[in-house]
Structures are given as structure tokens and as C-alpha cells.
């Protein structure tokens, strides 16, 4: 058996949709006992399409599939008084408490952390919510995108003069769960030393707005604020259209830049000018500089422009589909994505490890648990209900 | 109070964001972080957005970016060319808990820095390496910007505006994806630590932390092997969902709308693809048989269908492109009309030329009833023969065929077409070698129980040929795509929508535009374009559910009333 970073880490995972499934699979993924426990209609990420040829089936989702490797998975009512007792039991089993619910949830449940404290005074709880715990906007709703406007990152993507544009997809609920992963350690790791537990209060605007870059700092500096940028065409570190897709050709940094190498490397004679031999010359003749970079670049094929400009170390990037994502030699070499078999969905490649461990590496030890999957075993077997009880359970929807 | 990170010792060799910004936040939760500089070669962050951007004097000294991420730690300059620059390097590791860098592993090699160094240093030192693409594989040695990596990792290709080009973030977006994920690594590792004792070696790959973080997309290639789309703000199953301008420079909200049966409800699936051509003949608004001349607007579709990119499955036309008049008895054609034997000729050559079907629309007198128009759109198989017609039911009144005519003709009898449509009676479908095609034309669209024909007849994609070119502005075009994305959404199908003057657009079953025509413009739309089957709600249940449901809403509304008053 490999060792495992978080071996005897126990997750008791109250979390649905992607921020707090995104924490736990990390937690899992890296060795931590993670045990999701879902309402009996199941997570609602269950309903979240893609799907497998695009047929919708609570074991059908494909993020959903992703997003619970190494888990075990109960159903369980929690507006429901046996349900409330089951779970007290597990709370007193664990080391954490992920959830991601409304903050209203789980006090109305009457599982707030003073209440879950008294089951188990060690107990990590560790809260993900769209504005945090507390605040005016505590109790509001968010999807993805008005996370990215609310914490600041909206604003400043897009073109100068459209909309501002969102990054596909749901990057700041994967922030969110991210951040929260790292400070569920912190507070294990805290645990661990001095036996006392806490609670993490996670704020998905918090996380987006962590990582603005100068966006704080220029308005707190000099009342600046940032924009979308008007775009140059003559910068350098612009992204361009190749023959074959898109690339980024940036040479690299500014002072760093000798400009006759990278005119030599382009093969472009009309660059070697003094019109663009400076930074500031280049800034004055943009315009002219960016119609030449944007005439050749087009005719070129982005990754043999990708791997040349590396043997000179300009640091060229490359945009990639989804189809050449997957292709990637350096992902291959890596073994980045790995076929992972699920009873309904077969054996799919996933995205694997986000970064390696030399001692403990990432592993997909099982696929993505079917609704209620260890009901028997958890329920039943470790917290001693007997088969009629569990029938009678699932009978009143308990579970 | 102590932070949880209380006694953890961190030595960052980190530049610009990936590592500092991480160290940052272990720093902010209480671990020592002791952040090494070079004495030689200043750290270009700390040139970044210099206070009131004053370079006089120590400029280094006034980075708002720099001293933003590197609170909480201590910093150390070092010379690491000198052997005693290095052993004052080598002393903090062995007093360490954590050593992280992000440079190049080139660089790293070249100081004898790797983690079997390290480790003869201090045995149990968690050592972490942060670079764009990995510490080991053919591209571990290249350098690399959030840009970059951003676009290796995928995620740059799905975002763009609709029909526009990827679009980066205006920051080092990944620097931070991967950061958030170099924190969690590194509490990772000193857990492990804490119940083994044992160090290691993290090797964070800026790319894959991003890529983990797109499986909507990954997982749909591949699973599905489909490539994904770029269509702005759009979300796959909210709607509406964007971010809209509001008064004043500058002021945008954002809305998003969910319903919580969407998620539920069933949308068919994907039994095979088709690569369409979408062919927009194009020229000013008004540019129709009358008054351009036939000839005109003929040529017009036959100079765009020019630029279809072949291998092509399916070339779908407009509406009323191709308008014949009656062979001249006297023999002479003239030059700005269109006859039909010549029509047929030229689509039949393009058909074979294409190897592929092709749709395009007539419009003409009923040969067989001189009092009536026809309008339809025929299916040319890639030999040329002709497999499939289908008439339009729905006609418009007013614009084809005049309701109570005999009275109308009295108050308004110029304004009136002369003849009236023959509405068509066969299902909503074509049957061709590509597949059956659903076919809603024009104003059908508007009307949900035609695409529902199409689709209990068993119609795997809709096909809205349409004309509009009358129109001045662009409200009924506007409509017409407003009404495709309704029907794809109800129906489940992907609706493809050409007219000559525009707007042509790509729906996919959920209702989002992947691609749309402006006005005017000669164009062709290429797309892959999905071939679906199953039932929706919509299409099993019709509109009565709605029906139900909107009285009994007003009802309710009623009843409240009443009740206050």
C-alpha cells in the first residue's frame, strides 16, 4: 500500500455541488477517510450535466464523478430526527466537518459548531459559503459569475470597451474549495498538536478577491483603480492568432529582452528598425509592430513556433484545446490523467494529480461512490443498525 | 493569539507570485517564512506598481504588488555565485521546515538545490518546487507566465466572447490557482511529517493545478469527445445569465437565473454529429427577388457558397433565395431573372461539388395553380438527386396569404401580396442521406407545435431557414433568434437559423448562440452541429403544463386580492 499523506485524517462531508465536493476530494484524493454524506435525493451536482453521451442519471454526471473520487457516500435526511442522531454519531467518529450550505442550514438543523463542539470538543468544522458566516450579505444567494463580480475579478476581465467576461465554468467555486482544503489542514494540523478544534469560515467572494493582483493595492496605494486594458496590439506578451489556433509569444521579461535575438529568431528583417529596438520605441510604434506580429504569427504553426522559441528561452505558451490538452507530451510524461473505472460511467480518463508528492502521491483509489453506496457499511455495520433498521429507514426516507 | 502555523520554519526562494503569493498566505496563518533575494539581480516585483509610480530614490523599497505579498516574512538577500553565499543557504535549510522556489529546475540543478541535496542537509526537509509545466518531462526546463500556462492548461480556450477569439485573464490568473493549490500541498506534506517524521519532495505543475479545476470540459472530451465552445457569459443550464450595462461609465450588474427543474429536466442525447455550412448570401438590407432581381440574390448565395469549407456533411440555404419566374414563351431568358431549370442546375453542380446535402430555399408561382405561390425547401443529395421537399405549413398572414381577402381587398388592395401561399401538409421533416432533418421555416418558428412535429417525426437537428431581408433593422431578426434558442431549449434539439441578409446563428440544445452573423455581410458559418434524439418535457407535454400553471397562477393572484380587499 502507498503511504498517504492525510492517512487517519476522518472527513465527515456535509457538502454538495462543487466548492465543498472540490475541498473533500482534495482531502480524499491526498488519503483522508472522507464519508459524503448526501440527502437522500442525492447531491444535486448528481443532476449536473455534462453527462456521459448526455444521458442524465444521478451516476451519469461527469463532474459530478470527478468531483467525489475516494469517497464514500450515505444518504441521509437531516430535517429528520433520526437522521440528526446518525449524524451526531458520525460528528463523534470524525476529526473535520466540511460543509457548504446556505449559513442558515445547519443551526436550523440544530448543528451549529457550539452544538457539534459539545459532541466532540476536537471537531474541525469548516463552513463554505458565497459571503461568508457573517456580514449583510451572509444570507445571499450567488452563482458563479456574481462570485467573480463581487470579489473583483469580473471588473477587470474582458475587452476595454465590452462587457466584462467571466472565465468558463466555475472557477471561483474550485478557489473556494481549494482555500478551504489548505485551511482544513491548518486547523488538523492545529488539532493535532493541542487537541483543540475551531471553525474555518470560508467566503467564496474572499477567495476570488485574494488573488486580484494590483487591483487592492493600486486603489489602497494612489486611488487608481484597474480597468480592463485597452488592448495594445503591439505588446509583446499578447496572445495571437497562429494558422492553427492561438499562441502567446511572449519572449519574455522586459529588461531581460535582447531585441536582435528575437528579431533573429522571427526571421522578420523588417523589425530590425529603431523604430522598435527599445521598449519605449516599441510603445510609440505599437500599432505598426503589432500588424507585423499579428501578419507573420497567423502563418505559423503554434507549436513548432512553441518549441523553437523554447530551445532559445523565449517563453512562448501555447493555447490548447481540450482535445490537445489531453494529448499534451508533458502531461503524458507525467501520467496527468488517469482512466479511473466506474460501475455506470466505465472506465473514462480524469484529470489526476494537481501537483506530485515524491512520498505520498495522489491516487485514485475508488471512482465516485452511487447514491447511498455505503449505507450498510456506515449505517448499518459501524454505527450497529440492524438490516430491518436500515429497511425501516429507507422506508421513511431517512435515508 | 498564535496562528495554527505556530514554529513551522519556511525558506521561500520564490519570484514574482506563484511561490510568494502562497508563502503569503502559510506566513498569514503564522509559519516563519524567511524570503531569500538575490544581491545581484533585483526581484522584478518589487518594481511593480511603485508608490504614486516614483522611481527616484529606492524604488525597490515602495512596491505596493511586493509589499502586499510578502508581509509577515523576513527577508534575506544572498549571493548565490559565491560558494559562501551558497553555504549560508545550506545552513537556513538545515534549521528548516520547508523549502519552496519556483524557478526553472535548470537553474535549481545548477545550485545543487534538488531535494536529494537538500535532504543530506536536513533529512526530513519538505522541499517544493512550483513551475509552469512540472519539475520533470520534455517541457519541465520551460519557462513559463500565467499567460502560458493558462493556455496549456485549457482553460484560456474556453473563455471568449461569442464568435471571438480566447481571452486571458488580465492578471497571472494561474499564479494563483496554483499558489491556492501550493498551500494545501504544503500542509499536506507537513502533516505527513507530523505523524511520520518523514520530509519529501512536492512537485506543483502550474498547468495541471489549473487543468483540475476545468473538468466540465475536460470530462465532456473525454467522455463525449467534444471540444468545448467559447460563448461569453452564457451559462449551460442558467439563463438569463450575464453581465449587463447599467447607467453611468463603466456600471455592470451581473444576473443569474436558476430554475430548479432545469437541472432536472431531460434533454435528450447525442447520437452523432454533422459539419454544417450555414450560407448567408449577404448585401444590403432589403436585397430580395423584389425589387433586387432574383438574378441578384441568386448570385449572391452561389458567390458565399463559394467559400464552404469542404469536408462538409450538411449546406443549408434561406428562405426564398431561389425565385424562378415561368419559362419565357418566347425563348429569351432575361438576364436579372432566375429560371428554374437553371436554378436546379447550379444547385445540383454545388451539391456534387460539395459532396455533401444541400438545403436551399424556393419561392415561385404554383405551376399547377397560377392563383397560388409555393414556398419550400428541398434536400439535393451529393449525386445531385433531389430526395426531399417540404412546403411550409404555417404561412403568414398579411405577408403570404390574406385572411378574408375579398373584404381586405377593398380597404387595402396595393399593400397585398397577389396571390395567396399553398400551406404545405406533410410533417416537419426532410429525409436525407445525412439524417432527418426537422425544418421550421421562418415565422413557423414562432410557433412551438412545429419544431414538436419535427421532433415526434423524428427530427435529430431543426433547420430554421428564414428570409428577413424586407426588414429594416434588426428587432424581427433579433426575434428570430430569440425564437431558435426558445425552440432548442424546448425541444432538445441544436436549431441552425440562416437568412440572406442575416441574422444566421448556431443554437445548441440548450439555447446558447455559438455563432451569429451580423447583418448584411456575405457569410458562411461553419459548425459541427450535433445530431440529437430523446423526448424533452416540453416536447411530450406541449403547452399545457403552462397553460395549467399560468391559470392557476391568475387564479391565485384572484384569490389574494380578494382576500386584502
Known sequence: MTERALEGVKVLDLTHHISGPYCSKLLADFGADVLKVERPGGDPARRMAPFLHDEAGPEKSLVFAYLNTNKQSVTLDLKSEKGIQILKSLVEQSDVLVENFAPKAMPSFGLDFEALQEINPGLVMTSISNFGQTGPYRDYKAADIVEYAMGGLLYISGAYDREPLKHSFNQAQFKAGTDAASATLMAVYHQRLTGEGQRVDVSIQEAVATGLRDVVNNFTYSGAVRRRQPNHSGDLSRLRASADGHLIPNPGIGAGLNWNTLVEFLDLPELDDEKFDTPSARLVNAEELGRILDKYFIKQNKYERFYAAHEKRFIFGVVQSPKEVMADPQFEARNYFVDIDHPELGTLKYPGAPFEMSSTPWEARTAAPVLGQHNQEVIGARLGHTPDQLAQMRAMGVI | ?565
Open chain 2, 1 to 565: 493569539m498564535p496562528g495554527p502555523l505556530e514554529g513551522v520554519r519556511i525558506i521561500e526562494m520564490g519570484q514574482l507570485i506563484a511561490i510568494p503569493f502562497a508563502m503569503k498566505m502559510l506566513a498569514d496563518m503564522g509559519a516563519q517564512v524567511i524570503r531569500l533575494e538575490s544581491v545581484a539581480r533585483l526581484e522584478s516585483y518589487r518594481s511593480d506598481s511603485v508608490y504614486q509610480n516614483d522611481i527616484s530614490g529606492e524604488f525597490w523599497n515602495k512596491g505596493a504588488n511586493f509589499y502586499e505579498q510578502n508581509r509577515n516574512k523576513l527577508g534575506v538577500t544572498l549571493d548565490l555565485s559565491k560558494p559562501e553565499g551558497l553555504q549560508i543557504l545550506r545552513n537556513l535549510v538545515s534549521i528548516a521546515d520547508v523549502f519552496s522556489e519556483n524557478f526553472t529546475p535548470r537553474v535549481i540543478k545548477n545550485f545543487g538545490l534538488e531535494y536529494g541535496d537538500l535532504r543530506k542537509i536536513k533529512p526530513d526537509i519538505i522541499m517544493v518546487s512550483s513551475t509552469g509545466y512540472g519539475f520533470y518531462g520534455p517541457w519541465s526546463n520551460f519557462g513559463a507566465t500565467g499567460p502560458a500556462t493558462e493556455g496549456a492548461a485549457g482553460l484560456a480556450y474556453q473563455t471568449g466572447y461569442l464568435g471571438g477569439g480566447p481571452v486571458m485573464a488580465e492578471i497571472p490568473y494561474t499564479d494563483y490557482t496554483s499558489g491556492e493549490h501550493t498551500v494545501f500541498a504544503v500542509m499536506a506534506a507537513l502533516m505527513h511529517r507530523l505523524r511520520t517524521g518523514q520530509g519529501q519532495f512536492v512537485d506543483i505543475s502550474q498547468t495541471q493545478a489549473t487543468s483540475s479545476t476545468i473538468p466540465e470540459v475536460l470530462m465532456d472530451f473525454s467522455a463525449n469527445g467534444r471540444s468545448g465552445q467559447r460563448f461569453g457569459n452564457q451559462d449551460t443550464v442558467m439563463s438569463p445569465h450575464g453581465c449587463y450595462p447599467c447607467r453611468g461609465d463603466d456600471r455592470w450588474i451581473t444576473i443569474a437565473v436558476a430554475t430548479v427543474l432545469a437541472a432536472m429536466a431531460p434533454t435528450g442525447q447525442v447520437v452523432d454529429e454533422l459539419d454544417m455550412a450555414l450560407v448567408q448570401g449577404g448585401g444590403p438590407q432589403r436585397t430580395r427577388a423584389t425589387p433586387t432581381g432574383a438574378a441578384t440574390v441568386f448570385a449572391n448565395q452561389l458567390a458565399a457558397n463559394s467559400h464552404v469549407r469542404t469536408p462538409v456533411d450538411l449546406v443549408v440555404w434561406p428562405e426564398n433565395v431561389v425565385n424562378p419566374v415561368p419559362l419565357p414563351e418566347s425563348g429569351w431568358r432575361h438576364e436579372d431573372r432566375l429560371y428554374a431549370d437553371d436554378a436546379a442546375e447550379a444547385l445540383t453542380a454545388e451539391a456534387i461539388r460539395l459532396d455533401a446535402v444541400l438545403v436551399p430555399g424556393w419561392f415561385h408561382r404554383d405551376p399547377e395553380d397560377p392563383t397560388a405561390n409555393l414556398n419550400y425547401q428541398t434536400a439535393i443529395e451529393p449525386d445531385g438527386t433531389v430526395v426531399d421537399r417540404y412546403d411550409k405549413v404555417r404561412t403568414v398572414p398579411f405577408g403570404e396569404y390574406v385572411p378574408l381577402r375579398s373584404l381586405v381587398e377593398l380597404v387595402a388592395a396595393d399593400m397585398l401580396p397577389a396571390r395567396d401561399l399553398r400551406p404545405g401538409t406533410g410533417p416537419a421533416v426532410l429525409d436525407t442521406s445525412v439524417g432527418r432533418l426537422g425544418v421550421s421555416i421562418s415565422w413557423e418558428v414562432f410557433f412551438d407545435h412545429r419544431t414538436r412535429d419535427a421532433v415526434h417525426n423524428g427530427a435529430e437537428v431543426i433547420l430554421n431557414p428564414t428570409n428577413g431581408a424586407s426588414y429594416w433593422l434588426t428587432q424581427v431578426q433579433t426575434q428570430q433568434v430569440a425564437a431558435s434558442r426558445l425552440r432548442a431549449l424546448e425541444t432538445g434539439r441544436w436549431v441552425v437559423q440562416v437568412a440572406p441578409t442575416g441574422f444566421s446563428a448556431v443554437v445548441d440544445h440548450r439555447g446558447r448562440v455559438l455563432q451569429r452573423t451580423a447583418v448584411s455581410e456575405q457569410a458562411v458559418l461553419h459548425h459541427r452541429v450535433e445530431r440529437r434524439q430523446g423526448l424533452t418535457w416540453a416536447a411530450t407535454s406541449g403547452t399545457w403544463p403552462m397553460a395549467v400553471l399560468s391559470l392557476l397562477a391568475a387564479a391565485g393572484a384572484w384569490v389574494a386580492d380578494r382576500r386584502r380587499s
